[in-house]
């Protein structure tokens, strides 16, 4: 089994900045892509920004040059770190990883319990 555990979410007022962590666990081989998703009241959940294990990143165009995704492949981790919060920003903020489990190819995506993300006017 492979957990994936969120943190680093609060409230902030608009402008400030937070870093989302997120450490996978448990079962792993390898981790192929992770990356993180939002999901605001009432909204489809979306996108935020993947990164690779080559380290390749896909940012979404709504947080494209205040939003950073990274990741430490030894430590099984992937960060998110978001300047010039807005309040649009305010969101459950899902991890999410790529995991072969045994080394046989096979991969699945395992989804973290989500960090609440809170940006006040």
């Known amino acids: 089994q492979v957990q994936l555990v969120e943190s680093g979410g609060g409230l902030v007022q608009a402008g400030e900045s937070l870093r989302l962590s997120c450490k996978a666990s448990g079962s792993i081989f390898g981790i192929d892509a992770m990356g993180w998703y939002r999901q605001a009241p009432g909204k489809q959940r979306e996108m935020v920004a993947t990164v690779t294990s080559g380290g390749s990143t896909n940012v979404a165009d709504s947080v494209k040059g205040r939003f950073t995704v990274s990741r430490d492949n030894a430590e099984k981790t992937v960060y998110l770190r978001m300047n010039s919060l807005k309040p649009e920003d305010t969101a459950v903020y899902y991890c999410?990883?790529?995991?072969?489990?045994?080394?046989?190819?096979?991969?699945?995506?395992?989804w973290g319990q989500g960090t609440q993300v809170t940006v006040s006017s």
């Open positions: 999410t990883a790529e995991v072969d489990p045994t080394g046989g190819g096979f991969s699945k995506e395992y």
